[in-house]
C-alpha cells in the first residue's frame, strides 16, 4: 500500500489534459443548460400550446430518470436515429439536457418569485407578455434564481465525472483507465478525491461570493 | 424497435433478476442512509460546535466528490486496505455513505424546523436530552422529513444504476447483457429500444415516488399548520 | 446375489480409478474446497475463448477448461459458478474475492503481476487490428493519426501508451461496444486480441483484419497473492489438460475448421516474437 509519488508525477500530464476536458465539457453544458432553462421556463409561463407541455414533460422524463442511463442512451442509443454524436458531443449533450431540466425550473421559481406588484405594474404600463419577460420577468427571475441555478452548474461540473463511463478521457476517465491499466489504486483515487473536492469547493465559495456581493443594492 | 421489443420479451427473466437486484439495492441502501442520516443529522443540532463540524464535514465531503468516484473508489480502493468487498456491498456501502449524506441534511433539517416552543415546553419539564429527542423532536421532525425522504428514495433508486459499472447486474447491466449478445451474436444493435425501455422503467418506478413526495408535502404541510416541510434533495443537488 | 457382488466390484473399481485419477492432481486447498463450487472468472464478449452461446449460456475454450477444472476439483463439471468478467473489472473481482480464479484472456504483464499471481501459461496470444474493408490502413503505424478503439485495461492499451504515447484512443468497456463503434466510424481501428479479431472477421464480410501482429504475451490463470497451494494444483490441472490433448477437443469444438491453424499453435507452439 505505498504511495508511489514518482509514478503519480509521470501521470501528471495525462490528468492535466483530463482536467482541462471535464472544465470544457463542463463550461459548455452549463452555458447550453442556462439557455435552456431561460428558454424553457419563458414557454411554460407564456403557455405556449404545446410547446409547454413538451417542456413540463422533458423536465419530468429528465428528473425521474438516471444521468448514466440517459448518458448510454445518447452514446449508444442515439445513432440508430441517425444522430450519431463524437464522444465528447454525447457527453455535452446528455449533461447538457439533464442540467437543463433543472434549470428550466430554478428559473420558473425565479418568476414565480416576482412579487405580484411588480407584474401588475407591468400590465397597467400595457407590457405584453414577450416585453414583460425580456425586460422585467427574466432579469428578476434570474437574480432570485442565482442561487439555485448557481448550485445546479456545480452540480453539473461535479457530475461530469459520469461521462467517464462512455470512454471520455475527462479527470475520472483517465484515472479509472489508468486503475484498469496499472493498478495504482491508492494514487490516482487520492487525486480524484482531491481535485473535484477542490473544484467543487472553490466553485461554490466562489458563488456564495457572488450571492453576497449581489446582495446589494435590493431584493425584488 | 419491434426488434427492440422482442428482445426484451424474450429476455424478461434477465431483466427482472436485473430489476430485483436494483430494488434490492435501494432498499439497503435507503435502510442504511436512514440510519447514517438519524444519527448524523440529530448529531448536527447538538450544542458542541465540534461536532456539528465533524457532522458538516462529512456532508460536504460526499456530497461535493462524484457518486461515480465514491463507488469506483470504494470497489478499486477496498481490496488494497486488505477488505475485499464484493460489486454488491462496493455499490451499497458507497450509495449508502453519499445517501447518509444527505439523508443528515434532511433529518437536520427536520430537527430545526420543530417549533422552538416545543423544545423550551420539553426542557421546562425537566426532560433529559435523550428523551427529548425520542418523545418531542424525532416524532415531530419526522412529518417534516418524509416528503424530502421520499424525494431521497427516487434519487437513490435512480444512483443504483451506477452498479452496472462495476460489475452488479441490475437492471441498466441487464439491458446492456441483452445488446452485448444481439449486437456479438446476431450483428444487430437494439441500443435504442433497449436503453428506452430502461428510461421508460426507471420514469414509471420514480415518477410515483416523486408524485408521493409531492402529495406528501402538500398534505403534511397544511397540517403542520403552515410549517415548512424539508425541501427534498433535488437531483440537481445530486 | 452374483449381481449384486459383481456391482460392488465394479464399484469398488471406479472408486479406486478415480481415486488414481484424483491422485494425479495434488490436494485442493480447504479455503477452495469449502466453497463447494468452483468460482471461475470468465470473459463473455471474446470468442471463441470466452462468450455466450446461442442458447445464451456460457460458452468458448477457456470456459471449457473452467468447467474441467470443476470436475477434476469437485467432481462434476456443474459444480461450477461462472461470473461475467471485463478486463477492467476481472482483477478487482478477483481481489474482492468474488471469484477465486481467472481464466479470462488474461495476459502476463508486471503491472499485472505485481497485485495478482499468474499459474504457468496455457498459451499464447497477440494483438491485431481490425478495419472495414475498405479502409487505407495496411499496417499498424498507420494508425499513428488516426482513432484507435481499444478496451480499458487490456494489454493492447498498456501496449499503444508504451509504444505510441500521444495516439488518439476511444477507451470503451465490452467488445461488443468497441464493435459497434467500429461500425458507427467512431474510430478507424479495433485494437484487441487477435483471437477475437479472426472469428468477428470471419463473420462479417465487411471488415479485415490488417494482420500485422504486436504485444504478443502469454496468456495464464490469475489467482490471488499467497495462494501457493492453489497456484500448484492449477498448474498441475493446466499441465494435464496439455497432457490429455483436451485443447485441441475444445478448440475443434468452438473454432470452425478453416480458421482453426492460429488457435492451435497458440496452445501448442512456443511464443514467436513480434513488437
Not at chain 1, 434570474?142 to 461540473?157: D, E, F, Q
Not at chain 2, 436530552?129 to 416524532?139: A, E
Request: aromatic share 8%; glycine share 8%; net charge positive.
Amino acid at each position: 500500500m505505498e504511495f508511489d509519488l514518482a509514478y503519480l508525477a509521470r501521470q501528471v500530464p495525462a490528468l492535466r489534459a483530463g482536467f482541462l476536458l471535464t472544465i470544457q465539457v463542463s463550461a459548455i453544458a452549463v452555458l447550453l443548460s442556462v439557455g435552456i432553462g431561460l428558454v424553457g421556463a419563458c414557454l411554460r409561463v407564456m403557455r405556449v400550446p404545446v410547446l409547454a407541455q413538451a417542456v413540463a414533460a422533458y423536465v419530468e422524463f429528465i428528473r425521474n430518470t438516471p444521468l448514466l442511463v440517459q448518458l448510454f442512451f445518447v452514446f449508444f442509443g442515439l445513432p440508430a436515429l441517425g444522430l450519431k454524436l463524437s464522444l465528447f458531443w454525447s457527453g455535452v449533450v446528455a449533461l447538457t439536457l439533464w442540467a437543463g431540466a433543472f434549470q428550466v425550473e430554478n428559473v420558473r421559481g425565479g418568476l414565480a418569485a416576482i412579487s405580484p406588484g411588480l407584474r401588475e405594474a407591468a400590465r397597467a404600463l400595457a407590457l405584453s407578455r414577450g416585453q414583460y419577460l425580456r425586460l422585467v420577468g427574466l432579469p428578476m427571475a434570474v437574480r432570485t434564481g442565482l442561487p439555485s441555478m448557481l448550485n445546479t452548474c456545480v452540480s453539473l461540473v461535479k457530475n461530469s465525472a459520469y461521462v467517464s463511463a462512455i470512454g471520455l478521457q475527462d479527470l475520472a476517465g483517465v484515472a479509472f483507465d489508468r486503475i484498469a491499466s496499472d493498478f495504482r489504486a491508492f494514487e490516482m483515487l487520492a487525486v480524484l478525491l482531491v481535485g473535484y473536492l477542490a473544484l467543487v469547493l472553490s466553485l461554490s465559495a466562489a458563488v456564495r461570493l457572488l450571492e453576497h456581493r449581489l446582495q446589494t443594492p435590493f431584493r425584488p | 424497435m419491434s426488434y427492440a421489443l422482442q428482445q426484451i420479451v424474450e429476455n424478461a427473466p434477465l431483466l427482472l433478476i436485473g430489476l430485483r437486484a436494483t430494488l434490492m439495492l435501494a432498499v439497503v441502501t435507503l435502510a442504511a442512509s436512514t440510519a447514517i442520516g438519524v444519527v448524523l443529522g440529530t448529531l448536527a443540532t447538538l450544542r458542541p460546535r465540534w461536532i456539528r463540524a465533524c457532522v458538516a464535514l462529512y456532508v460536504e465531503v460526499f456530497r461535493d466528490i462524484p457518486l461515480i468516484v465514491t463507488i469506483f473508489a470504494i470497489f478499486f480502493g477496498a481490496p488494497f486496505l486488505g477488505v475485499p468487498l464484493k460489486p454488491f456491498p462496493a455499490v451499497a456501502l458507497g450509495l449508502s455513505l453519499w445517501g447518509g449524506a444527505n439523508g443528515a441534511e434532511i433529518v437536520r433539517g427536520g430537527i430545526l424546523s420543530v417549533s422552538r416552543g416545543q423544545l423550551e415546553a420539553a426542557t421546562a419539564l425537566g426532560l433529559r436530552t435523550w428523551k427529548i429527542y425520542l418523545l418531542v423532536l424525532w416524532p415531530q421532525a419526522l412529518r417534516a422529513v418524509l416528503p424530502a425522504y421520499t424525494g431521497l428514495l427516487a434519487l437513490i433508486v435512480q444512483s443504483t444504476s451506477l452498479g452496472a459499472l462495476v460489475g452488479v447486474t441490475e437492471f441498466l447491466k441487464a439491458g446492456g447483457l441483452i445488446i452485448e449478445r444481439s449486437t456479438v451474436m446476431q450483428g444487430i444493435n437494439p441500443a435504442f429500444g433497449i436503453y428506452f425501455f430502461v428510461l421508460c422503467t426507471y420514469f414509471a418506478i420514480c415518477s410515483v415516488l416523486t408524485l408521493a413526495s409531492r402529495r406528501l408535502e402538500r398534505r403534511l404541510g397544511r397540517q403542520a399548520g403552515g410549517g415548512a416541510t424539508i425541501r427534498a434533495p433535488d437531483a440537481s443537488r445530486l | 446375489m452374483n449381481k449384486t457382488r459383481f456391482a460392488a466390484a465394479l464399484l469398488a473399481l471406479g472408486l479406486a480409478a478415480g481415486q488414481a485419477v484424483a491422485q494425479q492432481l495434488p490436494p485442493l486447498p480447504q479455503s477452495i474446497r469449502d466453497h463447494g463450487v468452483l468460482r471461475a472468472g470468465v470473459r463473455c464478449d471474446q470468442p471463441p475463448y470466452g462468450f455466450r452461446g446461442s442458447d445464451g449460456g456460457f460458452a468458448g475454450v477457456e470456459v471449457e477448461m473452467a468447467r474441467q477444472m470443476a470436475a477434476w476439483a469437485f467432481g462434476a463439471a456443474e459444480k461450477i459458478d461462472l461470473q461475467c468478467v471485463t478486463a477492467d473489472n476481472r482483477i478487482p473481482q478477483l481481489n474482492a474475492q468474488r471469484v477465486d480464479l481467472l481464466i479470462a484472456t488474461l495476459g502476463v504483464t508486471p503491472e499485472r503481476a505485481r497485485v495478482i499471481d499468474f499459474s504457468d501459461a496455457y498459451r499464447w496470444g497477440g494483438s491485431d487490428l481490425l478495419v472495414k474493408k475498405g479502409s487505407p490502413i495496411q499496417k499498424l503505424d498507420d494508425v499513428r493519426n488516426r482513432t484507435v478503439i481499444m478496451l480499458r485495461g487490456t494489454t493492447q492499451a498498456l501496449w499503444f501508451d508504451a509504444n505510441m504515447p500521444g495516439l488518439q484512443s476511444l477507451r470503451l468497456n465490452t467488445a461488443s461496444d468497441a464493435l459497434q463503434a467500429l461500425q458507427q466510424d467512431r474510430g478507424e481501428a479495433y485494437a484487441h486480441d487477435a483471437a477475437t479479431l479472426i472469428v468477428i472477421a470471419a463473420r462479417d464480410p465487411s471488415l479485415r483484419l490488417v494482420g500485422e501482429p504486436f504485444a504478443i504475451a502469454d496468456a495464464a490463470v490469475g489467482l490471488r497473492k499467497n495462494e501457493a497451494q492453489w497456484g500448484a494444483w492449477i498448474n498441475a490441472a493446466l499441465a494435464r489438460m496439455k497432457a490429455e490433448g483436451l485443447y485441441t477437443t475444445w478448440l475443434e469444438r468452438w473454432v470452425p475448421a478453416e480458421i482453426r491453424q492460429p488457435y492451435t499453435d497458440a496452445f501448442i507452439k512456443p511464443r514467436p516474437t513480434a513488437r
